[in-house]
């Protein structure tokens, strides 16, 4: 998780090292508010 709050008051994860990404799209299949969409 990031050390940010973001508007809803959530600590949102933070995005830190997009190069390690392998768009595997489990982030976006797990999120609960369906709010991740992965393209590569
Ligand atoms: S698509 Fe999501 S779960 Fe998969 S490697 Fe990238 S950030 Fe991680």
Redesign the pocket.
Known sequence: MGGKINRQGYAAAD?TR?E?????????E?CPDVC?R?WR
Do not use: E
């Open positions: 995005f997009p390690d990404c392998t768009g595997c799209a489990a982030c976006a797990t991740i992965v």
